[in-house]
């Protein structure tokens, strides 16, 4: 992506917020889940971004909202150009049903157990009404080879597949309308390790050869860095740091996103994890100012008062770095410096003050 022009997004998400009732809190007074916290992201046509971070995040819930299956509490999302809420439903599915396609993480469940492989690939074909019924079935048949299926797995239904025959199953229809964007959330996660590879290198390949955005939601942190292009972490519904895949983990600013990185294994180096202070806040009740001080060996009483501002941070060619951090991390500080600077903060005395919002 480097020395290339910037094209415009293929969808875009400004300030989007996602809260979820809960059955806590009262008869008129219901607590409220902050799933998505003024969400900023924009998608460009044939990169890879990958999104990292803690179960309970928001990871998937950005993704389905890139989708459309999520509709947000505020904030406006964007496909090709076109505000997408502010649609009519019909007008909705013709215009980011067709265009974005999504790999769930479990084919068990997503895929219907009642439906041959065939139904399965033509059903958004025949919603969309493309083509003939020749034409449908041809593309049926060309989706299949697409993916690695030979042409018997038409009329077997998806519990006589393996996991791996399963996915490529969803694969294949997701890819069904030709979407310029693919959603894909923990797409290896539910399969064996064995398999794990295959589908990885499919979805890779498929990327390239047709030219796809691809947005790589995953808790293997090592394989996001490894196929993306940008890498996005979240931490309790917000994104906090944007970095080019290049520039991890020594690169990144944002102490959480250190974190993260010191606790995955790498093939070159031990793990050496960084600790943190305490325990993850409640996505019902959030820390005020930073999510992240309540855990953070380096915040301050400043970081409880306000949420800080995106900062650029200065990176090669076109790729954005962003991040949100009153104390970000110096570029190039090692691990070791970080282990024993968080080391020394989880022994002071004197705690920080805590507020959280209503």
């Known amino acids: 992506m480097s020395g290339t022009p910037l094209r415009e997004p293929i969808v875009e998400l400004h300030d989007v917020h996602v809260q979820h009732r809960t059955r806590g809190g009262g008869l008129f007074n219901r607590a409220r889940v902050h799933a998505l916290t003024g969400a900023d ?16 995040c928001g990871k998937s819930t950005l993704a389905k909202v890139l989708v459309g299956l999520q509709r947000p509490t505020s904030g406006v999302v964007s496909f090709a150009g076109k505000d997408v809420w502010s649609m009519s439903a019909a007008e909705r599915r013709r215009h980011i ?19 041959p492989v065939r139904d399965i690939l033509r059903d958004p074909l025949d919603v969309h009404r493309r083509g003939t019924r020749a034409q449908r079935e041809a593309r049926v048949a060309e989706l299949m080879a697409l993916v690695g299926l030979p042409r018997s797995v038409a009329e077997v239904l998806p519990s006589q597949l393996s996991g791996g025959q399963r996915q490529r199953v969803s694969i294949a229809r997701a890819l069904a309308l030709e979407p310029g964007l693919v959603i894909a959330d923990e797409p290896t996660s539910a399969l064996d390790v064995s398999v794990r590879a295959q589908i990885l290198n499919l979805l890779l390949d498929l990327k390239d050869r047709l030219g796809l955005a691809m947005v790589f939601v995953s808790h293997d942190i090592q394989t996001v860095k490894r196929i993306s292009d940008r890498v996005i ?57 930073c999510p992240f001080r ?65």
């Open 41 to 56: 992201l924009a998608v460009r046509p044939g990169e890879t971004v990958g999104i990292v971070g803690e179960s309970g």
């Open 233 to 289: 972490t979240m931490y309790l519904g917000r994104i906090v740091e944007q970095a080019p895949a290049a520039l991890l983990p020594e690169g990144a600013r944002h102490p959480y996103t250190r974190a993260l990185f010191s606790a995955t294994p790498g093939l070159l180096s031990p793990i050496d994890p960084i600790p943190l202070v305490g325990p993850v806040p409640s996505a019902t009740r959030p820390p005020s100012g």
């Open 294 to 358: 309540t855990r953070c060996w380096n915040a301050t009483d400043h970081c409880a008062t306000e949420m800080p501002p995106p900062e650029r941070a200065d990176a090669d060619g076109d790729d954005a770095h962003e991040f949100r951090c009153h104390h970000p991390v110096p570029a190039g500080t090692s691990n070791a410096e970080l282990v024993e600077l968080a080391g020394a903060a989880t022994g002071r005395t004197t705690p920080l003050h805590v507020e959280e919002t209503a």
């Open 97 to 115: 049903g067709a265009g974005v396609g999504m790999v769930f993480q479990d084919p068990a469940t997503s895929l219907n157990r009642r439906m």
